[in-house]
């Protein structure tokens, strides 16, 4: 394979597998690439004119399914019109940004005056937020001076330096504190003082007595004694910031800059903790959305199940799911997967029209009518996970010469799942997380071998089904009644199983089909996939025997601890929708609180053993991983498009990590470089068979 094609099919993978915001771009002329590149899931651009809607849009999906790509191009659309304009705000940067040093927190508890630590943490956030958003407004309306708006711009404020002087005295505005009274009680306090002022007072006199005269003298002293009131008052005034006045003049701003509408793009929302992320849309997005009658909206990138709403009216919002199921499984599954194979297709193709024209036929095996398939089953239709797959793809096969064949993609798919799907539990016992919440996510490695080790049992059983077609069954779909999978979905949010459609079962009953990922599929010897042709063969998936709803019942009964924080009485799991019922309260002591903790009990001795002097964050664990996984030395931004958060924040982290001695920071040129130290390679990436899924 000639270098041309080795270079092109590179950018190809790279525009799919760094799909961020910022990362459409042109290495050789630094050119935006979006408009180009774009290709939505949905026919007629259904994605993009959901999100041109003038409504507050949720955008679901898992990472890499194109929600930042979605965003890059609907401002690039908003560019081309008058009224409206945008800001895109990476949220979980603007978060890292606010959090206050663990010293300064110490020295705020103990200053008696001072904010708490987490309520400077709140202004700061709610204070960088804002400064985001004027931040941004300036990005797109110089771009838009650029262009025709310039002339109209240049009538209604006399120059482009007028325009940005008035957004600079926007952020100047929440530099300014302000302070509300907060006193509940008007309580006066009469205080009585006394004041003694004494005062002499000389008297000469004299005395004559009848025998002898005698002259005396003397001198009296007199206490005055003079009594004077005053009333004192408290008065208690709180720091805040006042977001109402600050939409009020955004709103004038806009409005006489001529725009009717402000499309605010938050980005990486589910990635802040619970607890910010509850303060981001109560203080923050909730008062934009419902203050400022229609002149902002937001469209807000988030994973699926981890959404919060507030105050936000919900019946007032459009939800877009970008995953398979919500995105393709309106009617049938086989229509659900040619759909998704399309998807898959043309986002190959429109970026081989773009790097490597009419060259498509010289890296793949397209005379194997199944290699889009295949290449759908590997990523699931997600761009990111397809830009891996491919990328390896090109180590196992265009570097030597040959074409993308169907066994070469299953060998990449494979690839992919141990370097960049399995690590989720290697790393996880180094999480600097509690012992129960390490324990927790290693309960979910048991609940998935014992999905494993069912799906390689079934290879070996016989039925009248099985019998029907040629080969090893297809043991890689499985199915749970509705109501159980929000039990796997953190298995699917890191990508050992999908879901991929929803049917009733041979008792009637609504249940979610899983798969398992097909790299997973291709380690473990599983045939993926279901029987096409034969109509009986269309309920395959909901076949008894891929009921795994007892393995997932008998896992909790094994791992879940259901127990009351007060008394420590313990409850099965039969128990617990009906401690529900009662907000969680304790049936034994009543005051308690019931909790439910996954607790992996067969490895507690692996996550013991850890030392506390190895753990770290998620982010640090991400950078070493990256490292580790890329082999060469790296730049901050790099690393950042990988772990989708700031260099910045990389940076800040790498250079804990550097002071730890787990990795190198040199400089190449101006800029540093980071790679990783042999330490950190044996300690934390020293593969064992202890890594693999026990089935």
Known sequence: MDSVVIEGFRKVCQSLKLARRAELVDPDSNDLLIDSLYVDPLPGNGVLQSALDPHTTFFIGRKGCGKSTVFQKLQSEIQQKSAITSAYIDIKTVFESCQIDPALALKLAAAPDALPPDAV???????AFLESLVSELRVQLKRKFSGSL????????????????????????LEIPSFDNVVALHR????????????????????????????SFGVSDEFVKSGASAEEYTQIFLRTMNVKAFIARLREFLERAGYTRLYVLIDDFSELPQESMKFVVDVLLAPLNNWS????????????GRIYFGDIDKTKIDEVY???????????VGTME???????????EVRFDKFLKNRLGEVFALEDGEVWRHLFYASMANPRVLGYVLHFCADLALIKGKKISVSVIQDAAQKYYEEKVEEYFRLGKFLHDTFAERLSLYSLKELLEDIVKRSKDLRQHSSEVFATFSGNPFTSHFHVPTEMEQLLRTLELNFFVTKYFEMSDRSGRKVSIFALNYGLCNKYSIRFGRPIGKREWRLYPVERVFDYSPIVLAFLNRNQEIS???????FPVEMLEAIKMFKMRCPECVSGTVSVVNLSKKYARDVEAISGEVLLDKLELGILAVLNSEGDQMKPGDIAMELDCSHQLVGRRARTLAERSL??????????VYSLRDLARSAYFSRSSADDLDV
Not at 154 to 165: N, T, V, Y
Not at 663 to 672: L, T, V, W
């Open 121 to 127: 943490e709140r202004l700061l956030l709610q204070r």
């Open 150 to 173: 310039w002339g109209r711009l240049k009538g209604l404020f006399g120059s482009h330096s007028e325009l940005d002087a008035q957004l600079d005295e926007l952020v100047r505005s």
């Open 188 to 215: 006066p306090k009469v205080a009585v003082s006394s004041e003694h002022s004494k005062k002499e007072q000389a008297e000469i006199g004299a005395k004559v007595s009848a025998t002898s005269p005698v002259i």
């Open 293 to 304: 009658e229609e002149l902002v909206k937001f469209k807000i990138a988030a994973y699926p």
């Open 322 to 332: 970008l995953d398979l199921f919500k995105l393709y499984g309106s009617s049938d």
């Open 338 to 348: 040619e759909s998704a194979i399309d998807f898959t297709r043309r986002l190959v």
């Open 564 to 570: 009351c924080a007060s008394c420590g009485a313990k």
């Open 663 to 672: 990795i190198d920071r040199p400089y190449q040129g101006a800029q540093r």
